[in-house]
């Protein structure tokens, strides 16, 4: 195992990592959850009034969750008509606290796998833990490239950045993790 997943066989994966690699794995995904934040009413909350909680209407004005939370009729509100608008929000508000509560569950899955390990050596993943991982990779990708700008024509030059670029660090954890969920899409199809 060279860093990247490897079937495991019933539609698992495994991935041997390195203190390091571990490390900022996790750590990134720590971020995430404070990105996306605690569900309503904080952790420790009334599941019933979970339940029947609205989540809002607007879109975020962070651009980062404004991508992990997209609107559903697509382009900026300021582009749309008012009934499209209307129904934005609405959809917003009855679908955006369980998008963030299964965010915030992959991620932790993630760290809770990380925190299992132990530091260094190989992370076995049973089929359903995948799917976990599949969401939180792709999270955290979206999230680093918004915050690198990052777009479909410039990618490539990524590779190219000069080694005193400020962004260095983080292209080179978004080419990784993108390496990452591709290894596992690839080891859960096999």
């Known amino acids: 195992m060279a860093g990247l997943f490897e079937s495991a066989g019933g539609g ?34 009334d599941p019933l009034a979970a339940l029947f909680a609205e989540g809002p209407s607007e879109a975020p004005a962070d651009p980062a ?3 992990l939370f997209p609107d559903a009729y697509g382009g900026p509100a300021a582009s749309q008509d008012e009934e499209t608008r209307a129904a934005a929000a609405e959809f917003r508000r009855y679908t955006e606290l369980d998008l963030r509560a299964r965010k915030r569950d992959d991620a932790l899955q993630v760290v809770r796998a990380l925190d299992g390990l ?18 939180a990779l792709n999270d955290l990708r979206l999230t680093l490239g918004v915050r690198l700008e990052v777009s479909e024509e410039d990618e490539q030059g990524l590779y190219e950045l000069p080694d005193g670029d400020e962004r ?23």
């Open 12 to 45: 698992g994966a495994a991935i041997a990592l390195d203190e390091v690699e571990a490390s900022i794995l996790r750590s990134l995904e720590v971020q995430m959850l404070e990105l996306i934040g605690p569900g309503p009413g904080g952790d420790d909350g």
């Open 65 to 67: 969750l404004a991508r």
């Open 118 to 135: 132990g530091g260094a050596g190989v992370l076995k993943l049973a089929a359903a833990d995948c799917l976990h991982w599949l969401g």
């Open 168 to 190: 260095k660090p983080l292209v080179m954890a978004y080419l990784w993790l993108g390496a990452l969920q591709e290894s596992l899409l690839e080891a859960i199809t096999d």
